[in-house]
C-alpha cells in the first residue's frame, strides 16, 4: 500500500503539439494501460469527489483512489490524496470479469478499508467507464518527469495529455510555463486539469 499527496498539472493538447513533445524529450519508458473507474448506482464516490479505478499494465495491476486533500498546499494545479494497492494481474482481472457480468466489486485492503471508514455500510462497486492509455515517461527541463498520454475512451473518443506531477508546484508551474513558450500553446478551463475519469464518463458507452 502507497499513500501520497499527487500535485500535478494537465493539459490536453492537440495532436500535433503532443507528438512533437513526445519526439523532443528523452523517453524513459513507454507502455500501455487500461484504466477501469467504478461507483456505486448512485454515483456516491462522484458526490464526494472520489474515484476508484483498477488499472491493468502488461505483467501487474493496481488499484486506486484519489480522495479530496483537505489541506491543499496549493490552488493552481489538481491536488488529490491517492491512496494505492498493488494487485496480481490475474486478481485484478478476474475483478474486471466478475464487474463485466453485472456483480459489484466490495473493494479490499487499504482502498476497501478507506470506503468502510468513509461510508457507513459496505459500498457495492460497479464498473461504470474506462480508458485505454498509451503512456510515455520522458526527463523533461530541469529533470522534470513528463508524462504524455494517448487515450482512448468507450466510443473510440481520442485525446492526447501532458501531466507534469512533481511535489514541488514551483517547478511544476516553472517547466509549464517554459513549455507554453516554447511549443505554444495556451490553456483555458476546457483543457486544464480535466481527469481522465471525467473524461471517461463523457465518452462513456453502456457496458
Known sequence: MSQNNE???????????HQKLCHDFPVKQSFTQENYYFDTTESLLKQYNISCRIRLFSDHAEQTLKVPNKNPIQNDFHEAIEINDSLKLDEAKALIKQVAKGSPIIFKY??????????????????????????????????????FDDNIYPDNYEDFELEIENHNPDLIAQILAKLKKEYKFTQNYTNTNQAKVARAYIHRVRI
Open 110 to 147: 487499504s482502498v476497501g478499508e478507506y470506503l468502510d471508514q468513509k461510508f457507513s455500510q459496505k459500498l457495492k462497486l460497479h464498473l461504470q467507464t474506462f480508458c485505454k492509455t498509451h503512456r510515455t515517461l520522458a526527463n523533461g527541463p530541469q529533470n522534470c518527469e513528463l508524462t
Open 7 to 17: 500535485i500535478e498539472a494537465k493539459i490536453i493538447l492537440p495532436k500535433a503539439i
